[in-house]
C-alpha cells in the first residue's frame, strides 16, 4: 500500500453535510415508501413525487429534486426504478445550490 504522507482529511462542506442529512432523510422514506399517507390516501412514495414535481417546476427547467426512485434512468446516474439516496445529474454529479435553495 503506497504511503501518501501525513495527509489530513477535508473538513466537510456544507453541502457534504447536506447530502449526509439527504440520504438519511431518503432512507427513513424509501423505507416507508408504501406506507399510505392518511391524508391524502397516497403512498409515502407518490406524495414525495408529487413534492418533488412542484419543487421542480419552481426552480427552472433542470431535473434536480428528484424522487426516491428513479423513473427516468436518461436524466439521472440511477438505474430504472433504483433507489435513488442522493440526487445526481446523468454523469453522477451531485447538484450545488444557489443561495436562494440553501438551508
Known sequence: MPNFGSVEPLPPTKLDCKLGLLCAQ????????TNIV?????TVQQVFARISAV??????PQLDD????N???CAI???A??????PTDIQG???GQTPQQAW
Open 26 to 33: 431518503r432512507a427513513f422514506l424509501i423505507a416507508r415508501a
Open 38 to 42: 392518511a391524508p391524502f390516501g397516497e
Open 55 to 60: 419543487r421542480d417546476s419552481l426552480d427552472g
Open 66 to 69: 428528484q424522487g426516491l426512485f
Open 71 to 73: 423513473t427516468d434512468p
Open 77 to 79: 446516474a440511477v438505474p
Open 81 to 86: 426504478s433504483y433507489v435513488n439516496f442522493v
Open 93 to 95: 454529479i451531485t447538484f
